[in-house]
């Protein structure tokens, strides 16, 4: 089944202009995003060179017992964009911190474990940013946020998410028009918490399904259930946390 996409330069125009007005709101001097080696941090970092260009794009690869292909493929983009990188590596406040935790009585979940990692990477943003006064700008999409597959207070700890309104199949085409190495465009999909991990095998459902689902086009009974419920389990994540509105 295809996914029908907008073009891609009209995106990167409107998200560019759209990039340069939030930044200039907030007095910040650019952007900065972490380099996963994925492609949504790359078509991110990408669209950061066209706003702002060099002097006002920084990216960071923060590497948590990371394969080391993941890194390679994040340097590979800022040669091939030419944004300025550093990095930061994670593993050792990732072991102290897990350490503590379980010193203290409380063994961990793999989950639970898993998902200090993008929160230890949303931390090290935000030092960054602060210091280098920078906008944070994250790199989820459309079809993330609307199945909830992003780590609530990490990932989605940014200040912008100039994705947030593109499906995937709509990043991967304006990764094509940005000229995002072939090997990053295709490779799959993974939130790199643990070895072997792909996106779609833990949403259990494909992008394609969940791209068309979301674009009303017809998919699967299966595909569309596991879609709404994920979205209704998710709903807390897109909110503000609720007060006692009585009060």
Not at 69 to 87: H, M, N, Q, T
Not at 120 to 135: G, S, V
Request: net charge negative; glycine share 10%; charged share 20%.
């Amino acid at each position: 089944m295809s996914v029908p996409v907008r073009d891609p330069e009209y995106l990167a125009d409107v998200i560019v202009a759209w990039l340069k007005d939030k930044v200039s709101e907030a007095g910040a001097l650019g952007g900065l995003v972490g380099l996963s080696g994925g492609v949504d941090s790359a078509v991110v970092a990408a669209l950061s060179m066209r706003a702002f260009g060099s002097s006002g794009s920084l990216g960071v690869i923060m590497p948590c017992h990371s394969q080391p292909v993941d890194e390679e493929d994040a340097r590979l983009v800022a040669s091939s964009i030419g944004i300025p990188v550093i990095k930061v590596d994670l593993s050792s406040a990732f072991d102290v911190l897990i350490g503590s935790i379980n010193g203290a009585g409380i063994a961990l979940s793999h989950i639970g474990a898993s998902n200090v990692k993008p929160r230890l990477r949303m931390a090290t943003l935000y030092a960054i940013a602060q210091t280098r006064n920078l906008l944070v700008l994250g790199t989820g999409n459309r079809a993330e946020l609307t199945f909830g597959y992003f780590t609530k207070h990490g990932d989605s700890g940014v200040d912008l998410l100039p994705l947030g309104r593109l499906i995937k199949h709509e990043v991967w085409a304006l990764a094509e028009h940005l000229g995002i190495p072939a090997r990053v465009v295709n490779k799959p999909p993974t939130a790199g918490l643990w070895e072997g991990q792909t996106d779609e095998g833990e949403m259990g459902v494909s992008y394609v399904d969940l791209d068309r689902h979301i674009m009303g086009l017809p998919v699967s009974l299966e595909a569309r259930d596991r879609i709404d419920r994920a979205f209704e389990r998710s709903r807390h994540k897109r909110m503000v946390p609720p007060v006692p509105e009585m009060l």
